[in-house]
């Protein structure tokens, strides 16, 4: 059996049982069996690096049998981005695994507003919590330069995934971690009025449907990473009226939202006083999926 014999028969195999993800739309039976051939060759990377490679791995019959083993693997149900420990998001390449959420490319809405705004604004310390794996708070790192950035997470788990995320694309020196609840960590005179972006992709599906996820994501992701609580908004309730303190006059709160919570959520921060300038910021269907606001020149709020 040839190389190109070989991929075929495998890719077929995926193609006959593949079940769209539409958490994933960047995976793809073709670019799913070039990253699980890289991973096999001890070469690991993203469906979206893999698929951009013109270049197929050589694999030997052992490699080929540790290929079948991962195909195995996410037939099984196993994330993609677990098996090969790898997850493309905004130009980066990060490690990926079972501490933390598994970075989406609909985050990335919230990404490219929030690094607009840095550059807009001309921001020099952002915060980022319910970092996960630091993605986030990476991205703005890498796509603004001199800007001075930290992250958090509830889990000490997730941010020693971040930590390593940030060892990995040499940003450890602008990019900060440390363990907390929310915007607890920063409850300090460093950071009181002193940080022009807050940025947050929270928890937001209601306790009540995490059941009723894809075992994809239920089975294999922290439940920490989704649960919003009863209603799903608890910790984004938390996020609008903690951030006032921390935001200099001026200065930005960023944060995604689920399906429907955008427009609910935009107009409470309109009825805050501690806020102006409310922006949502819409997917390619429409959807809100990404609240901004404006911390106001006066004291309301606060």
Same mark, same amino acid.
């Given at each position: 059996?040839?190389?190109?014999?070989?991929?075929?028969? %495998?890719?077929?195999?995926?193609?006959?049982?593949?079940?769209?993800?539409?958490?994933?739309?960047?995976?793809?039976?073709?670019?799913?069996? /070039?990253?699980?051939?890289?991973?096999?060759?001890?070469?690991?990377?993203?469906?979206?690096?893999?698929?951009?490679?013109?270049?197929?791995?050589?694999?030997? *019959?052992?490699?080929?049998?540790?290929?079948?083993?991962?195909?195995?693997?996410?037939?099984?149900?196993?994330?993609? #981005?677990?098996?090969?420990?790898?997850?493309?998001?905004?130009?980066?390449?990060?490690?990926?695994?079972?501490?933390?959420?598994?970075?989406?490319?609909?985050?990335?809405?919230?990404?490219?507003?929030?690094?607009?705004?840095?550059?807009?604004?001309?921001?020099? @310390?952002?915060?980022?919590?319910?970092?996960?794996?630091?993605?986030?708070?990476?991205? /703005?790192?890498?796509?603004?330069?001199?800007?001075?950035?930290?992250?958090?997470?509830?889990?000490?788990?997730?941010?020693?995934?971040?930590?390593?995320?940030?060892?990995?694309?040499?940003?450890?020196?602008?990019?900060?971690?440390?363990?907390?609840?929310?915007?607890?960590?920063?409850?300090?005179?460093?950071?009181?009025?002193?940080?022009?972006?807050?940025? =947050?992709?929270?928890?937001?599906?209601?306790?009540?449907? @995490? *059941?009723?996820?894809?075992?994809?994501?239920?089975?294999?992701?922290?439940?920490?990473?989704?649960?919003?609580?009863?209603?799903?908004?608890?910790?984004?309730?938390?996020?609008?009226?903690?951030?006032?303190?921390? /935001?200099?006059?001026?200065?930005? /709160?960023?944060?995604?939202?689920?399906?429907?919570?955008?427009?609910?959520?935009?107009?409470?921060?309109?009825? +805050?006083?501690?806020?102006?300038?409310?922006?949502? =910021?819409?997917?390619?269907?429409?959807?809100?999926? #990404?609240?901004? *606001?404006? %911390?106001?020149? +006066?004291?309301?709020?606060?």
């Amino acid at each position: 059996m040839t190389p190109e014999d070989a991929y075929a028969t %495998r890719l077929e195999r995926l193609r006959r049982a593949w079940h769209p993800n539409p958490d994933k739309p960047e995976e793809s039976p073709e670019n799913t069996l /070039l990253a699980l051939a890289w991973t096999a060759a001890g070469q690991p990377r993203s469906a979206v690096a893999a698929g951009a490679s013109d270049a197929l791995p050589g694999l030997d *019959a052992a490699a080929l049998e540790r290929l079948d083993a991962l195909v195995a693997q996410r037939l099984a149900g196993v994330p993609l #981005a677990h098996i090969t420990g790898r997850q493309h998001f905004m130009g980066l390449e990060l490690a990926a695994g079972p501490e933390a959420l598994i970075p989406r490319a609909e985050t990335e809405l919230l990404g490219r507003a929030a690094i607009d705004l840095a550059l807009a604004t001309g921001a020099r @310390v952002a915060v980022d919590v319910c970092t996960g794996s630091g993605n986030l708070a990476l991205a /703005l790192a890498h796509h603004v330069e001199g800007l001075e950035v930290h992250g958090a997470d509830l889990s000490e788990e997730a941010v020693g995934l971040a930590r390593r995320n940030a060892a990995m694309l040499g940003l450890e020196q602008r990019v900060r971690f440390r363990a907390g609840d929310l915007l607890a960590p920063f409850d300090s005179p460093q950071f009181h009025g002193g940080v022009d972006l807050v940025v =947050c992709n929270p928890p937001y599906i209601s306790s009540g449907k @995490v *059941a009723a996820m894809d075992p994809e994501i239920s089975g294999h992701e922290p439940r920490l990473a989704f649960d919003g609580g009863t209603l799903g908004v608890s910790i984004l309730t938390r996020l609008m009226h903690e951030a006032p303190p921390l /935001l200099r006059v001026g200065g930005w /709160l960023a944060f995604e939202v689920g399906t429907g919570q955008g427009t609910t959520m935009a107009r409470r921060l309109r009825n +805050d006083p501690a806020w102006d300038d409310v922006r949502e =910021c819409s997917d390619g269907h429409g959807v809100v999926r #990404a609240v901004l *606001a404006r %911390r106001r020149a +006066d004291n309301g709020g606060t």
